[in-house]
Nanobody
């Protein structure tokens, strides 16, 4: 699976952006998708996750209530809608995929970057104050 993240840019505090993560291949629906971010000088951190069947989502405490993850399997694309952006949201945002998964796949820590098998190249989000 190859992932292409896009949609980053410069936005003022309080603004919104929508990131997209487009995947190659025909089994996108079998992959869980995670969004992570990495600010300069900091570790890559978990932002959001959506299950391979799309029904379950999870967020870090720092973005809960402001960000929303979704997916359109027919378009092989996942999204991260980011609202009420703040300067501390400035980072390179990466999408990642874990899978292919099925009903008998082992459980995993969706917040852990080492659990993911494929990564996109990242897209820069800059929030000005």
């Amino acid at each position: 699976v190859q992932l292409q993240a896009s949609g980053g840019g410069l936005v003022q505090a309080g603004g919104s952006l929508r990131l997209s993560c487009e995947a190659s291949g025909r089994t996108f629906s079998s992959y869980a998708i995670g969004w992570f971010r990495q600010a300069p000088g900091k570790e890559r951190e978990f932002v959001a996750h959506i299950a391979w069947r799309g029904g379950s989502t999870a967020y870090s405490d720092s973005v809960k209530g402001r960000f929303s993850i979704s997916r359109e399997n027919a378009k092989n694309t996942a999204y991260l809608q980011m609202n009420s952006l703040e300067p501390w949201d400035t980072a390179v945002y990466y999408c990642a995929a874990k899978g292919p998964l099925h009903h008998f796949s082992r459980s995993y820590d969706r917040t852990e970057k080492y659990e993911y098998d494929y990564w996109g190249q990242g897209t820069l989000v800059t929030v000005s104050s």
